[in-house]
């Protein structure tokens, strides 16, 4: 399932904090995915972070890293690149 975590006054980069903090993670283990303008303080916050193709450009600039495009299962392989220990290409 997904998880999209939007309070009122909040951006989904410090949601991203409170998430760590309950699961008792630090930032060095969490992988984010975006493709839209809500996705950049997100994608600005968490060091591996990814911008799919077709993303809109203040995503892509946003985000460490840049994928294929979703309809071409990009995120999903590389979420199962990242499970292997892999880095995704």
């Known amino acids: ?8 006054g909040w951006g989904k ?3 991203i904090d409170v998430l760590c903090e309950r ?3 630090g930032l060095d283990q969490v992988a984010v995915f975006g493709d839209g303008g ?3 303080s997100m994608l600005e916050h968490v060091p591996l972070s990814f911008a799919v193709e ?3 450009p203040e995503a892509k600039a946003a985000a460490s890293r840049q994928l294929g495009r979703v309809e071409d299962e990009a995120v999903a392989d590389a ?10 290409r």
Not at 1 to 8: E, L, R, S
Not at 79 to 88: H, N, T, Y
Request: aromatic share 4%; proline share 7%.
């Open 1 to 8: 399932g997904w998880i999209n975590v939007m309070t009122a």
């Open 13 to 15: 980069g410090p949601a």
């Open 23 to 25: 699961l008792g993670i």
């Open 38 to 40: 809500n996705d950049v």
């Open 54 to 56: 077709g993303a809109a």
């Open 79 to 88: 979420v199962d690149a990242l499970v292997r220990g892999e880095m995704p």
